[in-house]
């Protein structure tokens, strides 16, 4: 390809939406990436359309409210949806205590209290909403194939600045995600660990989550034929490997809100490291008539968030370039 435009560093869904985003504004873009986007925190995201350990709360709410559109256009794309790992699905939330409803519930379809019958027992509330689920082991080689559509090479490189981008290109773009507390020093990155259990789908079609609960994070997400069970959220813990004793008591867990589970075939174990920040850093800086624009610190929302922060960052680019 002839010289790129743009250098994305990160092929993880960040990088990739941004990527996109670019591409298809016309962009010659380039993505470099230490790891394949198959390898990165993304591909292990459970992963369900829903703002969760991330901020500032008055930004995240407009890009997970572009997600949310542009999902749920591919899911209602029915063609299209399941052959890239993208569904429409009814979810629940549960709380042991009546709250309020939460800031994100206008973007969402479907909107409503639970009913007493909907309620596990032991919790006292519920809200019951539409929302995308995206399969990202389906999803990432999809996207991979529509930057290619789009001539947008993506390259392996690990670099340890971004002087070698900048080098080639105008405009660099970090969607480095954890890696950023190393590529551009920022010490406000850190790892929360989550740790995730698949079974065999079976029946189900209904997203749980319970948050708040008294016995930890618990979600049960159902996607094509698996069904994703979470979940771990340790702050500062960088283990990827499995812990056999969260695996038994995520899915003791699941079963006590969802009794349809027990039993099933379980599939797998994943681990990840959510690229946490105290706010999501998206800006941009000018260095000798260079743009680089930051997009990382996504934590647990990253897939939420990503298609809205591509979209800042391309009107940022375009912005620029004037
Ligand atoms: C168990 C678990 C469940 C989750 N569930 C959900 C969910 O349901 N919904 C949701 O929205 N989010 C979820 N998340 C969070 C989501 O996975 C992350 O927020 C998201 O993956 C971050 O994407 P990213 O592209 O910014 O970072 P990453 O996926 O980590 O990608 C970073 C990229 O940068 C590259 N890189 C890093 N350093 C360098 C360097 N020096 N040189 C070159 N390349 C570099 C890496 O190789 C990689 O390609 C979950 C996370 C975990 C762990």
């Known amino acids: 390809m002839s010289t790129p435009e743009i250098i994305v560093i990160g092929g993880g869904v960040s990088g990739l939406s941004c990527a996109t985003e670019l591409a298809r504004a016309g962009r010659r873009v380039q993505v470099w990436t230490a790891t ?45 949806g399941p052959k890239v790992g ?36 032991g ?42 981008a900048l080098d080639l290109a105008p405009i660099v773009v970090n969607t480095t995600g954890l890696g950023a507390r190393e590529l551009v020093g920022d010490a406000r990155v850190y790892p929360v660990r989550g740790q995730t259990v698949r079974l065999r789908r079976g029946a189900l079609d209904r997203v749980l989550i319970d948050e708040h609960g008294p016995h930890g994070i618990t979600y049960v997400i159902p996607r ?3 069904v994703v069970l979470g979940g771990v959220a340790q702050d500062h813990v960088e283990s990827l490997a499995e812990d056999p004793e969260q695996t038994v008591a995520i899915v003791q867990r699941c079963a006590r809100v969802e009794p349809r589970l027990v039993g099933a075939e379980q599939l ?14 998206l ?3 000018v260095h000798d008539g260079k743009l680089i ?7 647990g929302s990253g897939v939420t968030l990503s298609w809205g922060c591509a979209e800042d960052v391309r009107q940022r680019v375009a912005d620029h370039c004037g």
Do not use: K
């Open 36 to 80: 394949a986007p198959q390898q990165t925190t993304s591909s292990v995201a459970a992963a369900f359309w829903y703002p969760y350990r991330v901020d500032p709360i008055e930004r995240v709410g407009p890009w997970a409210a572009v997600g949310y559109e542009r999902f749920a256009s591919i899911a209602n794309n029915l063609t299209l």
């Open 86 to 121: 993208v569904y429409m699905r009814e979810a629940i939330e549960l709380f042991t205590e009546p709250v309020p409803d939460p800031p994100w519930s206008r973007y969402v379809d479907m909107f409503r209290h639970a009913t007493p019958e909907e309620l596990p027992p």
């Open 123 to 164: 919790y006292r509330h519920g809200i019951v909403f539409e929302a995308p689920v995206i399969e990202m082991p389906v999803y990432l080689p999809w996207m991979v194939s529509e930057l290619d559509r789009y001539g947008v090479e993506i390259v392996i490189r690990r670099v340890d600045s971004l002087a070698p």
């Open 224 to 226: 094509g034929s698996d």
């Open 268 to 281: 797998g174990v994943s681990v990840g490291l959510r690229p946490c920040r105290d706010e999501v850093r």
């Open 283 to 285: 800006d941009h800086e």
């Open 293 to 299: 624009v930051h997009n990382y610190g996504h934590g």
